[in-house]
Protein backbone atom coordinates (compact mmCIF):
# COMPACT_ATOMS: atom_id res chain seq x y z
CA UNK A 1 0.00 0.00 0.00
CA UNK A 2 1.95 3.62 -0.89
CA UNK A 3 -0.08 5.65 0.43
CA UNK A 4 0.49 3.90 3.92
CA UNK A 5 3.91 3.55 3.34
CA UNK A 6 3.99 7.36 2.30
CA UNK A 7 2.01 7.93 5.63
CA UNK A 8 3.87 5.91 8.17
CA UNK A 9 7.37 6.43 6.58
CA UNK A 10 7.44 10.25 5.72
CA UNK A 11 4.19 11.55 7.59
CA UNK A 12 2.98 12.68 3.94
CA UNK A 13 -1.08 12.08 4.00
CA UNK A 14 -3.39 14.47 2.14
CA UNK A 15 -7.62 14.13 2.70
CA UNK A 16 -8.13 12.70 -0.70
CA UNK A 17 -5.98 9.80 -1.93
CA UNK A 18 -4.51 12.09 -5.11
CA UNK A 19 -1.28 10.40 -6.87
CA UNK A 20 0.50 11.66 -9.51
CA UNK A 21 2.79 9.08 -11.60
CA UNK A 22 5.34 9.86 -14.27
CA UNK A 23 7.36 7.42 -15.82
CA UNK A 24 10.83 7.72 -15.15
CA UNK A 25 13.97 5.41 -16.06
CA UNK A 26 16.96 3.55 -13.93
CA UNK A 27 14.01 1.18 -12.82
CA UNK A 28 11.71 3.48 -11.29
CA UNK A 29 8.94 6.30 -11.31
CA UNK A 30 8.14 8.88 -9.95
CA UNK A 31 5.43 9.99 -7.79
CA UNK A 32 3.79 13.11 -6.40
CA UNK A 33 1.15 12.89 -3.13
CA UNK A 34 0.96 15.27 -0.62
CA UNK A 35 3.42 17.90 -1.55
CA UNK A 36 5.88 15.39 -1.85
CA UNK A 37 7.60 13.63 -4.46
CA UNK A 38 8.44 9.81 -4.31
CA UNK A 39 11.01 7.70 -6.41
CA UNK A 40 9.56 4.29 -6.29
CA UNK A 41 10.80 0.96 -7.64
CA UNK A 42 9.20 -0.42 -10.58
CA UNK A 43 10.11 -4.02 -9.98
CA UNK A 44 8.02 -3.72 -6.28
CA UNK A 45 6.96 -0.13 -5.99
CA UNK A 46 8.24 0.31 -2.82
CA UNK A 47 9.18 3.94 -2.04
CA UNK A 48 13.45 4.59 -2.46
CA UNK A 49 13.57 7.90 -1.68
CA UNK A 50 12.03 10.85 -0.46
CA UNK A 51 11.85 14.55 -1.57
CA UNK A 52 9.67 17.49 0.17
CA UNK A 53 11.81 20.70 -1.58
CA UNK A 54 8.51 21.28 -4.08
CA UNK A 55 5.46 21.55 -2.44
CA UNK A 56 3.55 21.03 -5.68
CA UNK A 57 4.28 20.49 -9.11
CA UNK A 58 4.06 18.60 -12.35
CA UNK A 59 7.35 17.20 -12.93
CA UNK A 60 9.18 16.25 -15.95
CA UNK A 61 11.24 13.25 -15.57
CA UNK A 62 13.96 13.12 -18.64
CA UNK A 63 17.75 11.38 -18.81
CA UNK A 64 18.12 11.03 -14.98
CA UNK A 65 16.35 14.27 -13.67
CA UNK A 66 13.06 15.27 -12.36
CA UNK A 67 12.22 19.05 -13.45
CA UNK A 68 9.39 20.96 -11.95
CA UNK A 69 8.64 24.59 -12.51
CA UNK A 70 6.86 25.85 -9.65
CA UNK A 71 5.75 30.16 -8.67
CA UNK A 72 8.69 31.50 -10.51
CA UNK A 73 11.21 28.18 -9.44
CA UNK A 74 12.83 25.71 -11.32
CA UNK A 75 13.99 22.83 -9.68
CA UNK A 76 15.50 19.89 -10.68
CA UNK A 77 16.16 16.58 -9.09
CA UNK A 78 18.66 13.42 -9.28
CA UNK A 79 16.32 10.58 -10.29
CA UNK A 80 18.14 7.98 -8.88
CA UNK A 81 18.27 9.86 -5.42
CA UNK A 82 16.41 12.42 -5.42
CA UNK A 83 18.98 15.33 -4.44
CA UNK A 84 18.96 18.66 -5.57
CA UNK A 85 20.99 18.85 -8.71
CA UNK A 86 19.44 22.54 -8.88
CA UNK A 87 17.48 25.41 -7.64
CA UNK A 88 16.50 28.99 -9.44
CA UNK A 89 14.26 31.45 -8.89
CA UNK A 90 13.01 34.05 -10.86
CA UNK A 91 12.24 38.02 -10.24
CA UNK A 92 8.73 39.42 -9.74
CA UNK A 93 5.96 38.12 -11.68
CA UNK A 94 7.60 34.80 -12.64
CA UNK A 95 7.15 34.09 -8.36
CA UNK A 96 3.33 34.79 -8.97
CA UNK A 97 2.53 32.35 -11.30
CA UNK A 98 1.51 28.28 -11.69
CA UNK A 99 2.48 26.26 -14.55
CA UNK A 100 -0.42 24.58 -16.38
CA UNK A 101 1.21 20.67 -16.26
CA UNK A 102 4.47 19.51 -16.90
CA UNK A 103 6.79 21.08 -19.64
CA UNK A 104 7.58 19.16 -23.06
CA UNK A 105 11.37 19.20 -23.52
CA UNK A 106 12.64 19.11 -27.10
CA UNK A 107 17.00 19.51 -27.19
CA UNK A 108 17.46 21.92 -24.51
CA UNK A 109 15.11 23.60 -23.91
CA UNK A 110 11.50 22.98 -21.31
CA UNK A 111 8.61 25.15 -22.19
CA UNK A 112 5.76 25.71 -19.68
CA UNK A 113 2.34 27.61 -20.36
CA UNK A 114 1.28 29.10 -17.09
CA UNK A 115 -2.25 30.28 -15.59
CA UNK A 116 -1.20 33.63 -15.83
CA UNK A 117 -0.09 33.76 -19.20
CA UNK A 118 3.55 33.32 -19.29
CA UNK A 119 5.25 31.14 -22.00
CA UNK A 120 8.44 29.97 -19.99
CA UNK A 121 11.84 28.51 -22.07
CA UNK A 122 13.83 27.11 -19.75
CA UNK A 123 17.59 25.21 -20.49
CA UNK A 124 15.98 22.18 -18.61
CA UNK A 125 19.55 21.05 -17.60
CA UNK A 126 20.59 24.11 -15.52
CA UNK A 127 17.30 25.69 -15.10
CA UNK A 128 18.20 29.30 -16.86
CA UNK A 129 15.54 31.21 -18.53
CA UNK A 130 16.03 31.35 -22.21
CA UNK A 131 12.98 33.20 -22.97
CA UNK A 132 9.61 34.06 -22.15
CA UNK A 133 6.42 35.49 -23.62
CA UNK A 134 3.51 36.78 -21.67
CA UNK A 135 -0.12 36.89 -22.56
CA UNK A 136 -3.33 38.51 -21.75
CA UNK A 137 -4.97 35.28 -20.87
CA UNK A 138 -3.93 32.08 -19.03
CA UNK A 139 -2.23 29.64 -21.24
CA UNK A 140 -2.55 25.45 -21.15
CA UNK A 141 0.24 23.21 -21.52
CA UNK A 142 2.61 23.57 -24.42
CA UNK A 143 3.59 21.01 -26.75
CA UNK A 144 6.42 21.15 -28.76
CA UNK A 145 6.18 20.02 -32.48
CA UNK A 146 7.66 20.13 -35.88
CA UNK A 147 10.16 22.63 -34.70
CA UNK A 148 7.46 24.96 -33.26
CA UNK A 149 5.46 25.89 -29.39
CA UNK A 150 1.98 25.13 -29.49
CA UNK A 151 -0.26 26.30 -27.01
CA UNK A 152 -4.17 27.56 -26.30
CA UNK A 153 -5.06 30.01 -24.23
CA UNK A 154 -7.96 30.54 -21.56
CA UNK A 155 -9.67 32.85 -24.69
CA UNK A 156 -9.91 30.02 -26.68
CA UNK A 157 -7.24 30.64 -29.47
CA UNK A 158 -4.11 28.79 -30.19
CA UNK A 159 -0.91 30.78 -30.04
CA UNK A 160 2.17 29.16 -32.48
CA UNK A 161 5.74 30.25 -31.86
CA UNK A 162 8.43 29.52 -35.22
CA UNK A 163 11.39 27.71 -33.77
CA UNK A 164 12.79 27.53 -30.73
CA UNK A 165 15.18 30.15 -28.86
CA UNK A 166 18.93 29.74 -28.72
Known amino acids: NLF ?3 KERYGVAEER ?13 VATHGGSTFGCSLADGRILWHN ?20 GRMLALDERTGRVRY ?18 ISGDHIVYGTNA ?18 HKEGLSRAVIADGRIF ?4 DGNMLIFEGLPT
Open 4 to 6: AEM
Open 151 to 154: VTSY
Open 52 to 71: AVIPHGHPTVHEGMVVFWEF
Open 117 to 134: GLLAVCNWRNGRLVSFYR
Open 17 to 29: PILGMHAGGAGLF
Open 87 to 104: DVSYPGDFKLDAPAGSGP
